[in-house]
């Protein structure tokens, strides 16, 4: 049963070099803060998430969110793994959201259908075409790992307007949008259990 005396989110986004946290009651309290960790991520993580978390402390958490990729293979697999383990000690839901969805949620004032990109591994790129609603995000098309010709095919065939985002490296200052997504979902009644969070890799690619 759900502890209803729980208030905070704490949202984890590992996708990129740079870390980024927040946590939110959804009222009057929200902190976020980015660290761009590169290479030292793995070594970092669990000490960032325990310096940024007081004043509130573990059992204050009614849920956490992680972003799921795509984005860097060992960044991604480390933030999903971490947040997993939370999520189990504490019993609690954790939500995975993509990548892309967080940097479409940013765009939540674009009445356009968002065309989002990201450079991946082997000329090839990671694609999604969402529309941002009130009460959440539309996947018209899901991350996809696509060449480059295909893509342009879609969006030259594409019948409404839309708002072509390349996604850049840093992705750890959405890490708001990836907590307000979840807390969208929580207000939904979502309670996805943390064995259900798994990462999106769209391919095996050698580390940059």
């Known amino acids: ?7 905070y989110g704490l949202a984890i986004h590992t996708t990129s070099p740079e870390l980024g946290l927040a946590i939110s009651n959804f009222t009057e309290n929200t902190r976020s803060q980015t660290w761009n960790l590169g290479r030292d991520l793995s070594t970092h993580l669990h000490q960032r998430i325990q310096e940024f978390m007081p004043p509130q402390i573990w059992q204050d958490l009614s849920f956490i969110a992680v972003a799921k990729g795509p984005g860097s293979f060992t960044g991604t697999r480390i933030g999903v793994v971490t947040a997993r383990t939370l999520a189990q000690q504490l019993n609690i839901p954790l939500f995975a959201i993509s990548t892309l969805a967080t940097i479409a949620w940013s765009y939540k004032h674009k009445s356009q259908h968002l065309c989002l990109q990201m450079t991946a591994q082997r000329e090839q790129l990671f694609t999604a075409i969402y529309q941002v609603e009130e009460m959440g995000i539309n996947h ?12 342009k095919k879609i969006l ?8 072509l985002i390349q996604v850049e490296n840093s992705l750890g200052k959405s890490v708001v949008s990836l907590l307000e997504l979840a807390h969208l979902e929580w207000e939904k009644g979502n309670r996805p259990h943390w064995s259900e969070a798994l990462p999106f890799y769209g391919q095996h690619p050698v580390e940059r």
């Open 1 to 7: 049963m759900t502890n209803t005396a729980k208030k």
């Open 156 to 163: 030259e065939n594409w019948e409404t307007s839309y708002q």
């Open 140 to 151: 018209l098309l899901e991350d996809t790992l696509i060449n480059p010709a295909a893509w």
